[in-house]
Structures are given as structure tokens and as C-alpha cells.
Nanobody, 114 residues
């Protein structure tokens, strides 16, 4: 059974940084475009960043220049380095393929506040 486990979230002040990790078990992510998504209370889940193996990352406008997605296929892990965090980045962050093929994991909470 495929499992997706996100980690690395927490509380940070505006302007701070966090690095999220997402490890997938029982599936080889190297075949897929992997992405990060987030969901804030009362809002729909939105895609944030995505990247195919060996490809150029793509970002939604609100995070471009602040977030960096990367992946280590050998570890079946995807990362999201988040810098210059703002309160509007507060959300639960998830990872999945670009077609949302996996059952969603629990996500990791990111809270940005002073």
C-alpha cells in the first residue's frame, strides 16, 4: 500500500523559513511529476509547486521566488524549502503527484504568525 508522509511543519514568525519533506513508500516517484499542495481553513486545496524528475520546477505566483521544490528519487522524497514566509502561507501542506494519484497523507501544518 502506498503511503505518503509529510513532515517539517511548525510555527514560524513572518520572514522565517521552514523545510518540508514528503516521503512516499511502496511506490517509485521517479516516474511522476510530484507536487506540493496546501489548504487553508475555509479554502480549497491549491497546488503550490511541482516538478518532474530532472525537470524545471514550476510555482504558483504567490510563492515564486520564495519557495523551492526539490526531489531525491533515490530516497523517494520531495522537499519544499520555504523562505520569507508570510501569514498567508499558513496552511496544511500536502504532497502528491500532479494528477493526485495517491491517497492524501495527513499533511503537515505550517503556521506563520507573530
Amino acid at each position: 500500500q502506498v503511503q505518503v508522509v509529510e513532515s517539517g511543519g511548525g510555527w514560524v514568525q513572518p520572514g522565517g523559513s521552514l523545510e518540508l519533506s514528503c516521503t512516499v513508500t511502496n511506490n517509485n516517484i521517479s516516474y511522476y511529476v510530484m507536487g506540493w499542495y496546501r489548504q487553508s481553513p475555509g479554502k480549497q486545496r491549491e497546488s503550490v509547486a511541482w516538478m518532474r524528475s530532472g525537470g524545471r520546477p514550476t510555482y504558483t505566483d504567490s510563492v515564486r521566488g520564495r519557495f523551492t521544490i526539490s526531489r531525491d528519487n533515490a530516497k523517494n522524497t520531495v522537499y519544499l524549502q520555504m523562505n520569507s514566509l508570510q501569514p498567508e502561507d499558513t496552511a496544511v501542506y500536502y504532497c502528491n503527484t500532479n494528477t493526485q494519484m495517491y491517497i492524501w497523507g495527513q499533511g503537515t501544518q505550517v503556521t506563520v504568525s507573530s
